[in-house]
């Protein structure tokens, strides 16, 4: 059995690489998958090619604004309001106010367009039969309550 790294002073001059043991190559779950995505994504690319051959410019810039958009908005907006609100917040409630704010990110992300009526169409109103901002508001709220309740909960119980 194998013991866990130790954190002494000594074992953290010591770089990662050399104190964790690593596989060269995978198992066989890793090539099955490995296998299985690479016939996903030749898919993904010959229906790409057959049903919009006209339109692949359109669909090269739709991917790379979209790479853009992560890369140059989405994730440093993310990390700069994390270090702010790790600022704020005790370090003892970090890891679930962190688990708090990725759930609300998830559901941001998935409601956002539902919420602002993105693409909809005003004359079937079946489309979007119902009040996705409130539905969307109200999720949010609940993930903050459950958030601060059990980070507070988290706090005192590790004070003691």
């Known amino acids: 059995?194998?013991?866990?790294?130790?954190?002494?002073?000594?074992?953290?001059?010591?770089?990662?690489?050399?104190?964790?043991?690593?596989?060269?190559?995978?198992?066989?779950?890793?090539?099955?998958?490995?296998?299985?995505?690479?016939?996903?994504?030749?898919?993904?690319?010959?229906?790409?090619?057959?049903?919009?051959?006209?339109?692949?410019?359109?669909?090269?810039?739709?991917?790379?604004?979209?790479?853009?958009?992560?890369?140059?908005?989405?994730?440093?907006?993310?990390?700069?309001?994390?270090?702010?609100?790790?600022?704020?917040?005790?370090?003892?409630?970090?890891?679930v106010v962190r688990a708090g704010l990725l759930a609300a990110a998830t559901c941001l992300l998935i409601g956002l367009p539902l919420a602002l009526d993105q693409g909809g169409n005003p004359a079937n109103p079946s489309v979007r039969p119902r009040a996705y901002g409130w539905g969307l508001a109200g999720t949010l709220l609940a993930i903050a309550v459950v958030t601060i309740a059990v980070a507070a909960g988290t706090a005192r119980r590790r004070a003691r």
Not at 6 to 27: D, E, F, M
Not at 64 to 74: E, F, T
């Open 1 to 95: 059995m194998t013991q866990p790294p130790s954190t002494s002073k000594l074992s953290a001059s010591v770089p990662v690489s050399a104190r964790v043991k690593t596989r060269s190559s995978g198992g066989p779950g890793f090539w099955v998958a490995m296998a299985a995505g690479a016939a996903l994504v030749a898919f993904g690319a010959r229906t790409l090619w057959l049903d919009q051959r006209r339109h692949l410019a359109d669909v090269g810039r739709w991917f790379v604004g979209g790479a853009l958009a992560v890369d140059l908005l989405i994730v440093p907006v993310g990390a700069a309001l994390a270090a702010g609100v790790r600022r704020a917040c005790p370090p003892r409630a970090w890891p």
